[in-house]
T-cell receptor, first 114, second 115 residues
């Protein structure tokens, strides 16, 4: 069975600080990788996704993530966070097999202070 | 972008009653819909996958007689929590995937409180 680990449960940063949230997955086959964000009181929104090709993907709002196949990782980064980035971030993995389903990590709560 | 609407956003019900949650894809046809449950400070746990016109596939440990899922059309899936108990209180989220797509779009979630 596939699983997704997000090691940072709660991260507090000052505005303009750099961000990196870890995501590791376990699955031996081909996967599609996603980062979702959930702002307070809102639904999940897709930040970025990786299907194939360039392992460095750029998403909305200045976020990017790098797929490192050898490390089974898909870490999320942003060079300079803003207060409005305060939210819950979820990494998710979709296996591309016949029983494809999206598995989520436990989430990381990011709090950006002014 | 694709929009998925869930209704209601929150509901309070008495123990022993049943509650129905609707999930609609507003601007696309969703051949597959997913139902998740999210506990506080925890991840989204997939409960079941439903394909239009066929029975839902439940994840291990999810009681199919308790969580009834109907996907009668390409734009609507419903989750009915039958004989709800306080331990069923949670945040339920649906997502919908257009035919042929790998990306799914999420509803805003429904907070269920059973008293």
């Amino acid at each position: 069975a596939q699983s997704v680990s997000q090691h940072n449960h709660h991260v507090i940063l000052s505005e303009a600080a750099s961000l990196e949230l870890g995501c590791n997955y376990s699955y031996g086959g081909t996967v599609n990788l996603f980062w979702y964000v959930q702002y307070p009181g809102q639904h999940l929104q897709l930040l970025l996704k990786y299907f194939s090709g360039d392992p460095l993907v750029k998403g909305i709002k200045g976020f990017e993530a790098e797929f490192i196949k050898s490390k089974f990782s898909f870490n999320l980064r942003k060079p300079s966070v803003q207060w409005s980035d305060t939210a819950e971030y979820f990494c998710a993995v979709l296996n591309t097999g016949t029983a494809s389903k999206l598995t989520f990590g436990t989430g990381t709560r990011l709090q950006v202070t002014l | 972008g694709a929009v998925v609407s869930q209704h209601p956003s929150w509901v309070i019900c008495k123990s022993g009653t049943s509650v129905k949650i609707e999930c609609r894809s507003l601007d696309f046809q969703a051949t597959t819909m997913f139902w998740y449950r999210q506990f506080p400070k925890q991840s989204l746990m997939l409960m079941a996958t439903s394909n239009e016109g066929s029975k839902a596939t439940y994840e291990q440990g999810v009681e199919k007689d308790k969580f009834l899922i109907n996907h009668a059309s390409l734009t609507l899936s419903t989750l009915t929590v039958t004989s709800a108990h306080p331990e069923d209180s949670s945040f339920y989220i649906c997502s919908a995937r257009p035919g042929g797509a790998t990306e799914a779009f999420f509803g805003q979630g429904t907070r269920l409180t059973v008293v």
